[in-house]
């Protein structure tokens, strides 16, 4: 099923909605208000009941249209079962043109008092008068043609009058109700719950109809001076459609901020959908959280925080672009929903623009805070057919921008950890870590000398059906997933087994294991690596752990915390990848490593481009005087391996040394360069050849 089918009646409904409707009801109102006028009055008949019966209704309207214009509010919009009830009474008692006088003076005197609305006022009144005319043709058609001067009163007020009744009472609400809700649906379309709401409003009105409307027929031809003691029951029928209808607009808003809530965005992201697919336009939802939130109810208080999140609302509205809506879902975390867009880069301007709105300065009891914000941007029909895939794969790139430090991702397939596919993959990745199917392979690091100063441990992983997939992948899922501890665990007990291998061979070569930031910020996460390398026998100086800068973002405490628990029981720390992170220069001073890597995207380019050459230098010079081991990555040829001797660094790591190698080449590896140490080819060529100049004539090498 395509994602708008169920919103076709919506659409069909919607495409009844032309400027010219309510103007033809208006006009076929009028004429009709005329004839029947001019009619009357040619046959010289009373346009409303006089004497008691007349003064009763008269005074029972008045009551009726003091109660609605006395609410302040335009609560009766929509239609009221007060006004319905009495003229239905009074269309079955004394026909048509009586009935429509009441209707008049109910919808017209209440429009006219709220003057901003009188065009609806109009539109009310005409409409009310057709469903009047409808209602006296039922009575016509079953064979009683009520006037002031001949009433309707049948001869027992039995079942036998139920047909006149109920038929009258049907044509006057479709009539009435069927063409309000042509003319005043709103262009984005119905939503599902207003539709009920409205549905439920319509039936109470239809009971009022059945039920009351004969008892004022009743008591205005047996007893007119009671007449006006039904304004308590039309009154509290009133007050009953308000009620429901403003139950329906809470379950619809956040009782904090006002806004929308989430059950408003999705119904009204559906209905959007439907109209930018019939006009083959975009639709754009735009998710927002806060960042580091959680830190300002810690600190400051919820009650503050709720104040905060006020200030938040109401800054989103003024930032929001024409036509947009916003909406909360839930703590920290908005909605924008853009229900068209031009293209991908106007949602993620517009997304960087609310951005940027939220994160300026905000004053609360003199204290000034400022609040970064994330955005995610998913686009339909580009990422995706329908509102609640729309709703996640914003989510999902909302929390990319997070991760990141970004501000605003638009979302991408390939990095979403929860399609089908990858999830299928991250299932296959839990059996293959239970199984032991998941390698290690092991790239050196060398001296300038040729001594080998450790090795990296690399996961790989080859699928029983997708054969090898790209480690890039099959992290990004296990970090996303919750997956990853399981995977680090995996990865240091599977490491330090070979270390402790390697050491009982005489091979004593420290290995560096990678660890996300999710593995700092775990609890206890010092004492586990502790605990293993004291159950595999292996000293903690044989261990180096890699981690990025990124382990500050967070939870900066709790990182500082671990990496301190980790270097004081041995274990040296290395920062991998610097340079491409944030504020590198800031967390160099707050990590407790030994060792910087530099990331292959500067050494790659290093021989050829003199701004990374500069960069590489600044780095080395930093780094040595801080202390630090500087390992270049990614070197491939032996142009960049001597810039960066000649820079002073201290070891590389790459292709040129050698690719990751399984366990057993690792080994034979090691073994081969045990004493001399590594040497690049042509190094290894000139020392033979000295040697042979060296040997004396006829010397033959065994």
Known sequence: ?????????????????????????????????????????????????????????????????????????????????????????????????PAVLVSLAVVVLVGAARRHRWRQAVLHGAVDLLGVGAAALAGTALGSTATVRHPWRPEAWDLSVLPQVVAAAACYLLVTRGLLWCTLLPRGGGLPTVTRTALTRQMLVGVALFGIAPLIAVTADHAPLLLPLYAVPLIALDSTLWIARARAEEQL?????????????????????????????????VLIDLDRFRSVNDTLGHLAGDRLLLQIADRLRAAL?????????GGDEFAVLLPTADSLT????????????????????GLTLVLEASAGVAVFPDHALDAEGLLRRADVAMYQAKRDRSGVEVYEARRDGNTPDRLGLL???????????????????????????????????????????????????????????????????TALAQVARWRAMG??????????????????????????????????????????????LEDPQRAADTLAGLTGHGVKMSLDDFGTGYSS????????????????????????DNEDAEIVRCTLDLAHSLGLLVVAEGVEDDETWERLRDLGCDAVQGWLVAAAMPPDETTAWLRARGKSGWHRESETAALAAEKAADRPSGQVLN
Request: proline share 7%; with cysteine; net charge neutral.
């Open 427 to 493: 299932g296959d990745l839990r059996r293959a870590l239970d199984a032991g199917d998941v390698e290690l392979h092991y790239q050196p690091k060398v001296g300038f000398d040729g001594h080998v100063a450790g090795l990296e441990a690399l996961v790989r992983w080859v699928h029983p059906d997708r054969g090898r997939v790209p480690p890039d992948e099959f992290i990004a899922i296990a970090e996303t997933s919750g997956l990853m501890p399981r995977l680090t665990e995996y990865v240091l007990e």
């Open 253 to 285: 808003r956040d009782p904090l901020t006002g806004l929308p809530n989430r059950q408003w965005l999705l119904e009204r992201t559906w209905s959007a959908l439907d109209e930018a697919e019939r006009i083959e336009a975009r639709c754009a939802l």
């Open 585 to 608: 220069l800031v967390h160099l001073r707050r990590l407790p490593v030994s060792e910087l890597k530099i990331d292959r995207s500067f050494v790659a380019r290093l021989a050829v």
């Open 507 to 552: 091979l004593e070569v420290p290995v560096a294991v990678n660890v996300s930031p999710r593995d700092v910020h775990s609890p206890g996460f010092a004492g586990a690596v502790a605990a293993r390398l004291a159950r595999h026998r292996v000293p903690p100086g044989a261990l180096q752990l890699e981690i990025t800068e990124h382990v500050l």
């Open 1 to 97: 099923m395509k994602p708008t089918d169920s919103a076709a009646p919506a659409s069909r409904l919607r495409r009844l909605v032309v400027p010219a409707l309510p103007a033809a009801f208006t006009v076929l109102a009028g004429l009709t208000l005329l004839t029947g006028v001019i009619w009357t009055l040619g046959e010289r008949r009373e346009l409303f009941p006089s004497g008691t019966v007349g003064w009763s209704l008269a005074v029972l309207t008045g009551i009726i249209v003091g109660h609605l214009v006395a609410l302040g509010r335009d609560r009766w919009w929509g239609g009221t079962g007060s006004g319905a009830a009495l003229a239905l009474a009074v269309v079955l008692l004394y026909g048509w043109m």
């Open 321 to 329: 672009p024409r036509g947009a809506e916003a909406a909360r879902l």
């Open 346 to 365: 106007s949602a993620q301007r517009v997304a960087r623009n609310l951005v940027a709105a939220l994160g300026s300065p905000l004053d609360l009891d």
